[in-house]
């Protein structure tokens, strides 16, 4: 009898400081949400961008902020309900560990990870993984949007 594979669905690990919201000021239309600890600064192409990904694509937050991330959420009404939990302090980068064990469980996915540090760990074995790595001053480019883009409809 033929074993039965998982349907292989799409999933983006999203990070949120230095990809939704650039580090430095820009000049566009932006949403500002005021945190305990901070201001974020998110333009509002991102925003729009982001609530057009396809309901069949699942979006993780990927942000060091773990469950503080739904604030994001909320205030930008995002689908994003869920977030990976980074514990790691032994790591050069602290979403290392976490993300390798991530990808490997979900080898039968394939995986976007959209971080402006993900160039710090090696992905390379992760056959099922692709990185996009926004310029953290200014984040999420057009160039990137149309990245993401290509890898869902391909």
């Known amino acids: 009898m033929k074993k039965l594979r998982k349907k292989t669905k799409k999933i983006i690990l999203l990070d949120i400081d230095g990809v939704i919201a650039p580090f430095y000021s820009t000049t566009e239309k932006t949403v500002l949400i ?34 503080y991330s739904y604030i994001v959420s909320n205030k930008l009404n995002l689908r994003i309900k869920k977030h990976i939990v980074f514990d790691d302090s032994n790591s050069l980068w602290i979403k290392s560990t976490p993300l390798k064990q991530f990808i490997s469980k979900n080898k039968h996915h394939e995986i976007l990870l ?41």
């Open 114 to 154: 959209i971080d402006d540090e993900a160039n710090l760990t090696d992905f390379s074995k992760f056959n099922n993984l692709t990185t996009i790595i926004p310029d953290s001053d200014d984040g999420l480019s057009n160039e990137d949007m149309n990245k993401i883009n290509e890898w869902i409809i391909k």
């Open 34 to 67: 005021n945190m305990e600890w901070a201001t974020l600064s998110i333009p509002i192409r991102i925003i729009k961008f982001l609530k057009q990904i396809p309901k069949d694509v699942t979006i993780i937050w990927c942000s060091i902020w773990q469950e």
